[in-house]
């Protein structure tokens, strides 16, 4: 392999080995402003999309340990990558919009860790709620017990309150009377 193929080889094997997703699409059919659009919509979402060859994909993912990825790697690929905090579902979500908008890029694959997702698991994946929202659901899980259990503890002070005050208010109502 030439210098400059290995060099890309290393590029490319850093940014794959540092994501926590990758995210396989045939681009074939789509134009210039289709893909820089998607691009721009990775971009907000701490995600990238670029165009590489199968042979350079297949050496930079042996190089990055993914698992075997081979029956992905035909025709046209374009990969999406995340940053270090970027939400799989969030990407997956953007690919699965351009797919019912323009029919395009179709999903071959992905890779989350060491798991490798077919086009229907990526797909699912985009059906999740975003990572701040599962984070916030989680949050009122955790939150909703006790909260209930607050209510439950003072419910009892807050009734003897209440028969405090209301004895009071008709011994102070019967005093009245009786001073008349």
Known sequence: MR????????ELSKQVGASPFVLMAEYKGMTVTQFSNLRKK???VQAECHVVKNSLLRHAAKEAGL???????????????GGAKAD???????????????????VKLGVMGQTVLKPEQVAAVADLPSLDVMRSMLIGLIQSP?????????????QLARVI?????KEGAAAPAAAA
């Open 165 to 169: 005050k209301a004895r009071a208010d």
């Open 88 to 106: 799989i579902s969030a990407a997956a979500k953007i690919l699965k919009q351009f797919v019912k908008d323009f029919e395009k890029p179709k």
């Open 3 to 10: 210098s400059e193929k290995k060099l890309i080889v290393s």
């Open 42 to 44: 990775l971009r907000g």
């Open 67 to 81: 698992p075997e990825i081979e029956t992905a790697l035909t025709g046209m690929t374009a990969v999406v990558t």
């Open 146 to 158: 006790a909260t209930k259990l607050a209510v439950v503890l003072g419910a009892p002070a807050a």
